[in-house]
Protein backbone atom coordinates (compact mmCIF):
# COMPACT_ATOMS: atom_id res chain seq x y z
CA UNK A 1 0.00 0.00 0.00
CA UNK A 2 1.60 3.55 -0.95
CA UNK A 3 1.88 6.03 1.83
CA UNK A 4 0.27 9.05 0.74
CA UNK A 5 0.58 12.62 1.38
CA UNK A 6 -3.02 13.89 2.33
CA UNK A 7 -4.36 17.19 3.53
CA UNK A 8 -7.71 16.72 5.77
CA UNK A 9 -10.12 19.56 7.11
CA UNK A 10 -8.39 22.22 5.62
CA UNK A 11 -10.67 25.31 5.63
CA UNK A 12 -11.26 27.45 3.12
CA UNK A 13 -13.99 30.58 2.55
CA UNK A 14 -15.90 30.27 -0.75
CA UNK A 15 -13.29 32.51 -2.09
CA UNK A 16 -10.69 30.40 -1.63
CA UNK A 17 -8.93 32.47 1.61
CA UNK A 18 -7.46 30.37 4.02
CA UNK A 19 -5.52 32.97 6.69
CA UNK A 20 -5.13 36.49 6.59
CA UNK A 21 -1.79 38.21 6.29
CA UNK A 22 -1.58 39.49 10.14
CA UNK A 23 -1.35 36.38 12.04
CA UNK A 24 -0.74 37.17 15.61
CA UNK A 25 -0.04 35.40 19.45
CA UNK A 26 -3.94 36.52 19.67
CA UNK A 27 -5.58 36.03 16.51
CA UNK A 28 -3.54 32.63 14.86
CA UNK A 29 -5.25 32.32 11.67
CA UNK A 30 -5.06 36.58 10.84
CA UNK A 31 -8.54 36.42 9.99
CA UNK A 32 -11.77 38.12 11.76
CA UNK A 33 -14.22 35.94 11.42
CA UNK A 34 -12.14 32.77 11.00
CA UNK A 35 -14.76 30.55 13.48
CA UNK A 36 -17.01 31.08 10.32
CA UNK A 37 -14.85 28.46 8.67
CA UNK A 38 -14.45 26.16 12.09
CA UNK A 39 -17.58 25.61 12.99
CA UNK A 40 -19.15 22.89 10.98
CA UNK A 41 -15.74 20.68 12.63
CA UNK A 42 -16.47 21.93 15.84
CA UNK A 43 -20.51 20.66 15.67
CA UNK A 44 -18.92 17.49 15.02
CA UNK A 45 -18.81 14.51 18.29
CA UNK A 46 -15.44 13.31 16.96
CA UNK A 47 -13.63 17.12 16.75
CA UNK A 48 -10.66 16.34 18.71
CA UNK A 49 -10.42 20.02 20.84
CA UNK A 50 -13.94 19.29 21.97
CA UNK A 51 -14.23 19.00 25.65
CA UNK A 52 -18.37 18.30 26.05
CA UNK A 53 -20.03 15.26 25.09
CA UNK A 54 -22.31 14.66 22.13
CA UNK A 55 -21.92 16.55 18.55
CA UNK A 56 -23.38 15.50 15.45
CA UNK A 57 -22.06 12.34 13.69
CA UNK A 58 -23.54 12.56 10.24
CA UNK A 59 -21.52 13.76 7.32
CA UNK A 60 -19.44 16.54 8.89
CA UNK A 61 -17.92 13.76 11.33
CA UNK A 62 -16.97 11.37 8.69
CA UNK A 63 -14.17 14.54 7.70
CA UNK A 64 -13.47 15.12 11.36
CA UNK A 65 -12.66 11.66 12.26
CA UNK A 66 -11.14 10.81 9.11
CA UNK A 67 -8.11 13.02 10.68
CA UNK A 68 -6.33 10.77 12.65
CA UNK A 69 -7.67 7.67 10.14
CA UNK A 70 -3.89 5.40 9.32
CA UNK A 71 -1.84 8.77 9.50
CA UNK A 72 1.48 8.18 11.25
CA UNK A 73 2.67 11.95 11.21
CA UNK A 74 2.47 15.88 10.21
CA UNK A 75 4.08 18.13 8.26
CA UNK A 76 3.09 21.81 8.91
CA UNK A 77 4.58 25.05 7.89
CA UNK A 78 6.23 27.08 10.82
CA UNK A 79 3.38 29.14 11.41
CA UNK A 80 0.94 26.60 11.89
CA UNK A 81 3.17 25.96 15.54
CA UNK A 82 3.88 29.49 16.16
CA UNK A 83 3.38 33.28 15.25
CA UNK A 84 6.88 34.02 15.38
CA UNK A 85 9.37 34.96 12.28
CA UNK A 86 13.16 35.12 12.12
CA UNK A 87 15.73 33.67 15.24
CA UNK A 88 13.50 31.65 17.89
CA UNK A 89 13.88 33.93 20.98
CA UNK A 90 12.21 32.01 23.59
CA UNK A 91 12.27 28.44 23.89
CA UNK A 92 10.26 28.09 26.42
CA UNK A 93 7.05 29.08 24.48
CA UNK A 94 6.18 25.80 23.10
CA UNK A 95 4.05 26.17 20.57
CA UNK A 96 -0.12 26.70 20.16
CA UNK A 97 -1.27 23.56 20.96
CA UNK A 98 -1.37 23.11 24.38
CA UNK A 99 -0.11 20.46 26.62
CA UNK A 100 -1.80 18.08 25.24
CA UNK A 101 -1.62 18.74 21.26
CA UNK A 102 -4.01 16.80 18.46
CA UNK A 103 -2.01 15.48 16.37
CA UNK A 104 -0.49 12.36 18.35
CA UNK A 105 2.46 11.88 15.88
CA UNK A 106 5.48 12.87 14.71
CA UNK A 107 5.37 16.56 13.59
CA UNK A 108 7.96 18.05 11.26
CA UNK A 109 7.68 21.97 11.50
CA UNK A 110 9.47 23.30 8.38
CA UNK A 111 11.56 26.55 9.78
CA UNK A 112 15.09 28.20 8.20
CA UNK A 113 15.88 28.25 11.99
CA UNK A 114 16.15 24.76 13.83
CA UNK A 115 15.63 24.07 17.23
CA UNK A 116 16.05 20.74 19.49
CA UNK A 117 12.81 18.67 19.42
CA UNK A 118 9.48 19.54 21.64
CA UNK A 119 7.67 16.35 23.10
CA UNK A 120 4.12 17.37 24.18
CA UNK A 121 2.12 14.05 25.18
CA UNK A 122 2.73 11.69 22.64
CA UNK A 123 3.12 13.90 19.73
CA UNK A 124 6.97 15.48 19.21
CA UNK A 125 7.81 18.78 17.22
CA UNK A 126 10.49 18.00 15.00
CA UNK A 127 11.73 21.74 13.53
CA UNK A 128 13.55 21.00 10.13
CA UNK A 129 14.95 23.55 7.24
CA UNK A 130 14.13 21.04 4.37
CA UNK A 131 12.58 21.51 1.11
CA UNK A 132 9.00 19.87 0.63
CA UNK A 133 10.72 16.51 -1.20
CA UNK A 134 13.26 15.92 1.96
CA UNK A 135 10.71 16.68 4.56
CA UNK A 136 8.02 14.38 2.72
CA UNK A 137 11.00 11.59 2.66
CA UNK A 138 11.84 12.34 6.74
CA UNK A 139 7.68 11.99 7.41
CA UNK A 140 7.60 9.03 5.75
CA UNK A 141 10.30 7.38 7.53
CA UNK A 142 8.82 8.50 10.85
CA UNK A 143 5.09 7.50 10.14
CA UNK A 144 6.48 3.75 9.66
CA UNK A 145 3.97 2.98 6.16
CA UNK A 146 1.09 5.16 7.24
CA UNK A 147 0.27 7.95 5.51
CA UNK A 148 1.26 11.21 5.87
CA UNK A 149 -0.85 14.62 6.73
CA UNK A 150 -0.03 17.96 5.63
CA UNK A 151 -1.31 19.95 7.70
CA UNK A 152 -0.90 23.40 6.49
CA UNK A 153 -1.08 26.46 7.07
CA UNK A 154 -2.11 27.56 3.31
CA UNK A 155 1.78 28.77 1.97
CA UNK A 156 2.61 25.00 2.66
CA UNK A 157 0.03 23.31 0.91
CA UNK A 158 0.33 25.54 -1.76
CA UNK A 159 4.32 24.91 -1.78
CA UNK A 160 3.87 21.18 -1.64
CA UNK A 161 1.01 21.38 -4.56
CA UNK A 162 3.47 23.13 -6.50
CA UNK A 163 5.84 20.66 -6.32
CA UNK A 164 3.20 18.30 -7.05
CA UNK A 165 3.76 15.77 -3.99
CA UNK A 166 0.24 15.72 -2.85
CA UNK A 167 -2.07 12.85 -3.25
CA UNK A 168 -5.34 14.14 -1.15
CA UNK A 169 -7.01 16.99 -0.45
CA UNK A 170 -10.13 17.62 2.14
CA UNK A 171 -11.17 21.08 1.80
CA UNK A 172 -14.07 22.00 3.87
CA UNK A 173 -15.77 25.38 1.72
CA UNK A 174 -17.73 27.69 4.09
CA UNK A 175 -20.33 29.50 2.79
CA UNK A 176 -18.28 33.21 3.55
CA UNK A 177 -16.78 35.68 1.37
CA UNK A 178 -13.69 37.19 2.54
CA UNK A 179 -12.37 38.59 0.22
CA UNK A 180 -8.76 39.33 0.95
CA UNK A 181 -6.09 37.13 2.62
CA UNK A 182 -3.73 34.47 1.62
CA UNK A 183 -5.18 31.83 -0.67
CA UNK A 184 -5.57 28.61 -1.57
CA UNK A 185 -6.97 28.97 -4.63
CA UNK A 186 -9.03 31.42 -6.46
CA UNK A 187 -11.17 27.87 -8.03
CA UNK A 188 -10.74 24.31 -7.09
CA UNK A 189 -10.77 24.28 -10.65
CA UNK A 190 -7.11 24.69 -10.69
CA UNK A 191 -6.60 21.63 -9.73
CA UNK A 192 -8.16 19.44 -12.11
CA UNK A 193 -5.70 19.06 -14.67
CA UNK A 194 -4.03 16.74 -12.16
CA UNK A 195 -6.91 15.55 -9.47
CA UNK A 196 -10.18 14.22 -9.62
CA UNK A 197 -12.96 16.17 -7.66
CA UNK A 198 -15.87 14.68 -6.29
CA UNK A 199 -17.97 18.24 -4.59
CA UNK A 200 -20.28 17.04 -1.70
CA UNK A 201 -22.39 19.96 0.08
CA UNK A 202 -23.13 19.04 3.32
CA UNK A 203 -26.39 19.89 5.35
CA UNK A 204 -23.95 22.36 7.36
CA UNK A 205 -23.68 24.49 4.74
CA UNK A 206 -20.07 23.78 3.58
CA UNK A 207 -19.41 21.67 0.69
CA UNK A 208 -16.65 19.12 1.32
CA UNK A 209 -13.77 19.07 -2.00
CA UNK A 210 -12.41 15.86 -2.07
CA UNK A 211 -9.39 15.83 -4.72
CA UNK A 212 -7.60 13.03 -5.17
CA UNK A 213 -4.75 12.13 -8.13
CA UNK A 214 -5.68 11.14 -11.10
CA UNK B 1 -15.50 8.43 25.05
CA UNK B 2 -18.37 6.07 24.50
CA UNK B 3 -18.14 3.19 23.19
CA UNK B 4 -20.64 3.19 20.21
CA UNK B 5 -22.24 0.27 18.24
CA UNK B 6 -22.01 1.16 14.49
CA UNK B 7 -23.62 -0.05 11.25
CA UNK B 8 -21.02 0.42 8.55
CA UNK B 9 -21.23 0.11 4.82
CA UNK B 10 -24.30 -1.40 5.21
CA UNK B 11 -25.90 -1.92 1.38
CA UNK B 12 -29.26 -1.77 0.57
CA UNK B 13 -31.64 -1.37 -2.73
CA UNK B 14 -33.95 1.52 -3.26
CA UNK B 15 -36.56 -0.50 -1.79
CA UNK B 16 -34.48 -1.56 1.13
CA UNK B 17 -33.64 -4.45 0.33
CA UNK B 18 -30.41 -5.98 2.07
CA UNK B 19 -30.88 -9.87 0.99
CA UNK B 20 -32.78 -12.26 -0.47
CA UNK B 21 -34.61 -15.48 0.92
CA UNK B 22 -32.67 -18.21 -0.50
CA UNK B 23 -29.17 -17.56 0.38
CA UNK B 24 -26.63 -20.93 -0.45
CA UNK B 25 -22.86 -21.39 -0.31
CA UNK B 26 -22.90 -20.49 -4.27
CA UNK B 27 -24.72 -17.33 -3.55
CA UNK B 28 -24.10 -16.15 -0.54
CA UNK B 29 -26.75 -13.34 -0.36
CA UNK B 30 -29.58 -15.04 -1.83
CA UNK B 31 -30.17 -12.17 -4.62
CA UNK B 32 -29.86 -12.00 -8.07
CA UNK B 33 -28.02 -8.96 -8.91
CA UNK B 34 -25.85 -8.57 -5.64
CA UNK B 35 -23.03 -6.94 -7.32
CA UNK B 36 -25.05 -3.91 -8.15
CA UNK B 37 -25.53 -3.07 -4.31
CA UNK B 38 -21.92 -3.43 -4.24
CA UNK B 39 -20.11 -2.45 -7.07
CA UNK B 40 -19.90 1.45 -4.99
CA UNK B 41 -17.56 0.16 -2.73
CA UNK B 42 -15.57 -1.96 -5.51
CA UNK B 43 -14.35 0.80 -7.16
CA UNK B 44 -12.88 2.43 -3.88
CA UNK B 45 -9.16 2.53 -3.30
CA UNK B 46 -9.29 1.28 0.61
CA UNK B 47 -12.11 -1.26 -0.27
CA UNK B 48 -10.69 -4.53 2.03
CA UNK B 49 -11.32 -7.00 -0.77
CA UNK B 50 -9.69 -4.82 -3.78
CA UNK B 51 -6.94 -6.91 -5.17
CA UNK B 52 -5.02 -4.35 -7.26
CA UNK B 53 -3.59 -0.95 -6.74
CA UNK B 54 -6.02 2.24 -8.32
CA UNK B 55 -9.50 3.09 -7.21
CA UNK B 56 -11.31 6.19 -6.87
CA UNK B 57 -10.30 8.17 -2.82
CA UNK B 58 -13.00 10.64 -2.97
CA UNK B 59 -16.56 10.48 -1.26
CA UNK B 60 -17.26 6.52 -1.44
CA UNK B 61 -13.80 5.79 -0.33
CA UNK B 62 -14.22 7.87 3.10
CA UNK B 63 -17.42 5.50 3.92
CA UNK B 64 -15.27 2.23 2.79
CA UNK B 65 -12.47 3.40 4.46
CA UNK B 66 -14.12 4.12 8.11
CA UNK B 67 -14.86 0.69 7.95
CA UNK B 68 -11.91 -0.15 10.60
CA UNK B 69 -11.87 2.99 12.11
CA UNK B 70 -11.52 2.76 15.70
CA UNK B 71 -13.61 -0.45 15.38
CA UNK B 72 -11.93 -3.25 18.24
CA UNK B 73 -14.98 -5.76 17.39
CA UNK B 74 -18.04 -7.42 15.27
CA UNK B 75 -20.82 -8.91 15.84
CA UNK B 76 -22.50 -10.94 13.02
CA UNK B 77 -25.51 -12.96 12.23
CA UNK B 78 -25.03 -16.82 11.46
CA UNK B 79 -25.84 -16.13 8.06
CA UNK B 80 -22.88 -13.94 7.74
CA UNK B 81 -20.35 -16.03 8.14
CA UNK B 82 -22.04 -19.76 6.22
CA UNK B 83 -24.88 -20.89 4.63
CA UNK B 84 -25.44 -23.64 6.88
CA UNK B 85 -28.26 -24.37 9.35
CA UNK B 86 -29.43 -26.32 12.72
CA UNK B 87 -26.30 -28.45 14.16
CA UNK B 88 -22.60 -27.52 12.40
CA UNK B 89 -22.33 -30.50 10.17
CA UNK B 90 -18.89 -29.95 9.38
CA UNK B 91 -16.04 -27.82 11.38
CA UNK B 92 -13.34 -28.10 8.45
CA UNK B 93 -15.66 -25.34 6.80
CA UNK B 94 -14.23 -22.25 8.12
CA UNK B 95 -16.52 -19.85 6.90
CA UNK B 96 -16.83 -17.58 3.81
CA UNK B 97 -13.82 -15.23 4.34
CA UNK B 98 -11.34 -16.80 3.38
CA UNK B 99 -7.56 -17.09 5.14
CA UNK B 100 -7.94 -13.13 5.86
CA UNK B 101 -10.88 -12.54 6.62
CA UNK B 102 -11.50 -8.29 6.49
CA UNK B 103 -12.24 -7.98 9.98
CA UNK B 104 -9.13 -8.10 11.66
CA UNK B 105 -10.68 -7.99 15.12
CA UNK B 106 -12.75 -10.35 17.71
CA UNK B 107 -16.11 -11.48 15.52
CA UNK B 108 -18.81 -12.64 17.69
CA UNK B 109 -20.92 -14.56 15.79
CA UNK B 110 -24.75 -15.57 17.27
CA UNK B 111 -25.80 -18.97 16.89
CA UNK B 112 -27.91 -21.55 19.23
CA UNK B 113 -25.07 -23.87 18.36
CA UNK B 114 -22.11 -22.60 19.81
CA UNK B 115 -18.84 -24.55 18.67
CA UNK B 116 -14.83 -23.51 19.81
CA UNK B 117 -13.10 -20.27 18.52
CA UNK B 118 -11.55 -20.12 15.11
CA UNK B 119 -8.39 -18.04 14.36
CA UNK B 120 -7.89 -16.99 10.84
CA UNK B 121 -4.88 -14.84 10.62
CA UNK B 122 -5.41 -11.77 13.16
CA UNK B 123 -9.42 -12.19 12.94
CA UNK B 124 -10.78 -14.17 15.82
CA UNK B 125 -14.51 -15.78 15.17
CA UNK B 126 -15.81 -16.63 18.69
CA UNK B 127 -19.75 -18.27 18.31
CA UNK B 128 -22.34 -17.29 20.94
CA UNK B 129 -25.63 -18.03 22.00
CA UNK B 130 -26.61 -14.91 23.52
CA UNK B 131 -29.72 -11.55 23.04
CA UNK B 132 -28.29 -8.89 21.61
CA UNK B 133 -27.29 -7.32 24.56
CA UNK B 134 -25.57 -10.19 25.85
CA UNK B 135 -23.55 -10.05 22.98
CA UNK B 136 -23.14 -6.67 22.76
CA UNK B 137 -21.62 -6.48 26.50
CA UNK B 138 -19.05 -9.19 25.26
CA UNK B 139 -17.97 -7.56 22.52
CA UNK B 140 -17.72 -4.08 24.16
CA UNK B 141 -15.20 -5.93 26.61
CA UNK B 142 -13.12 -7.50 23.29
CA UNK B 143 -13.16 -4.18 21.82
CA UNK B 144 -10.63 -2.68 24.70
CA UNK B 145 -12.59 0.54 24.64
CA UNK B 146 -12.96 0.80 21.01
CA UNK B 147 -16.35 0.66 19.21
CA UNK B 148 -17.87 -1.94 17.95
CA UNK B 149 -19.28 -2.91 14.58
CA UNK B 150 -22.82 -4.38 13.88
CA UNK B 151 -21.81 -6.28 10.89
CA UNK B 152 -25.67 -7.97 10.12
CA UNK B 153 -26.86 -9.20 8.06
CA UNK B 154 -30.20 -7.45 7.69
CA UNK B 155 -31.86 -9.85 10.11
CA UNK B 156 -29.21 -9.01 13.16
CA UNK B 157 -28.99 -5.11 12.16
CA UNK B 158 -33.08 -5.23 12.92
CA UNK B 159 -32.91 -7.47 15.75
CA UNK B 160 -30.12 -5.09 17.61
CA UNK B 161 -32.42 -2.05 16.28
CA UNK B 162 -35.59 -3.31 17.98
CA UNK B 163 -33.67 -3.90 21.09
CA UNK B 164 -32.87 -0.14 20.90
CA UNK B 165 -28.91 -0.74 21.06
CA UNK B 166 -27.85 0.93 17.88
CA UNK B 167 -25.94 4.18 17.67
CA UNK B 168 -25.38 4.97 14.17
CA UNK B 169 -25.84 3.42 11.34
CA UNK B 170 -24.64 4.16 7.37
CA UNK B 171 -26.42 2.72 4.65
CA UNK B 172 -25.74 3.06 1.37
CA UNK B 173 -29.01 2.80 -0.83
CA UNK B 174 -28.51 1.77 -4.57
CA UNK B 175 -30.57 2.97 -7.25
CA UNK B 176 -32.01 -0.45 -7.84
CA UNK B 177 -35.04 -2.02 -7.31
CA UNK B 178 -35.52 -5.44 -6.00
CA UNK B 179 -38.86 -5.92 -5.37
CA UNK B 180 -38.69 -9.35 -2.61
CA UNK B 181 -36.04 -10.26 -0.38
CA UNK B 182 -35.39 -9.32 3.43
CA UNK B 183 -35.74 -5.93 4.12
CA UNK B 184 -33.81 -3.00 6.04
CA UNK B 185 -36.64 -0.99 6.37
CA UNK B 186 -39.35 0.20 3.88
CA UNK B 187 -38.04 3.44 4.34
CA UNK B 188 -35.80 5.52 6.38
CA UNK B 189 -38.03 7.39 7.82
CA UNK B 190 -39.20 4.76 10.26
CA UNK B 191 -35.94 5.72 12.71
CA UNK B 192 -36.72 9.59 12.18
CA UNK B 193 -38.52 8.98 15.91
CA UNK B 194 -34.92 7.77 17.07
CA UNK B 195 -32.27 9.18 14.88
CA UNK B 196 -30.55 12.31 13.02
CA UNK B 197 -30.49 11.47 9.33
CA UNK B 198 -27.84 13.21 6.67
CA UNK B 199 -28.92 12.11 2.99
CA UNK B 200 -25.64 12.20 1.07
CA UNK B 201 -26.02 11.51 -2.69
CA UNK B 202 -22.51 10.66 -3.98
CA UNK B 203 -21.16 10.90 -7.78
CA UNK B 204 -21.11 7.09 -8.14
CA UNK B 205 -25.28 6.49 -8.16
CA UNK B 206 -25.26 5.24 -4.61
CA UNK B 207 -27.18 7.33 -1.53
CA UNK B 208 -25.40 7.42 1.95
CA UNK B 209 -27.64 7.65 4.64
CA UNK B 210 -26.00 8.38 7.70
CA UNK B 211 -28.07 8.26 10.77
CA UNK B 212 -26.92 9.00 14.53
CA UNK B 213 -29.11 9.00 17.93
CA UNK B 214 -30.89 11.55 18.57
New interface residues.
Partial sequence: M?QLLRVQNFMVSSDGVAAGENQSLENPFGLDGAERLFSWAGAT?SWPNRTD?GG????D???A??FR??IGAEIMGRNKFGPQRGPWQDHQWRGWWGEEPPFRTPVFVLTHHPRPSITLSDTTFHFVDADPATALELAREAAQGKDVRLGGGVTTVREFLDADLV??LHVAVAPVKLGTGLRLWDSPDELLDRF???V?P??SGVT?H?L?RK
Fill in positions: AAPSRGLDYFRDNNDTHLDVSPHLW
